[in-house]
Nanobody, 119 residues
């Protein structure tokens, strides 16, 4: 079992920046590929970014590539999402998630943190 707790959300103006953190506990964090997802009101949850166990490989959705950066610190059991040039359409609840390396499906989810970008 892996427990995930997000933090760092808040209200920011268009063009601003935020850094989200996700602290993990329960199992060996470095064994798990990690991802960030988001869900806007009335919409389905969408993929944002993912990172491999070592942090050497990352991938992003087209809507955030070049503006968001995912990273991880395995010594601190934490994954981050650095968000810059924020837009109102980035407003959503952001979730971090962990998956077993042998499965494409994310199994463990945090409770989410709200990000609101004002225009």
């Amino acid at each position: 079992q892996v427990q995930l707790v997000e933090s760092g959300g808040g209200l920011v103006q268009t063009g601003g920046s935020l850094r989200l953190s996700c602290a993990a506990s329960g199992r060996t964090f470095s064994n798990y590929p990690m991802g960030w997802f988001r869900q806007a009101p009335g919409k389905k949850r969408d993929f944002v970014a993912a990172i491999s166990q070592s942090g050497g490989r990352t991938n992003y959705s087209g809507s955030v590539e070049g503006r968001f950066t995912i990273s991880r610190d395995n010594a601190k059991n934490t994954v981050y999402l650095e968000m810059t040039s924020l837009k109102p359409e980035d407003t959503a609840v952001y979730y971090c998630a962990a998956r077993n390396f042998f499965s494409p499906n994310y199994k463990y989810w945090g409770q989410g943190t709200q990000v609101t970008v004002s225009s």
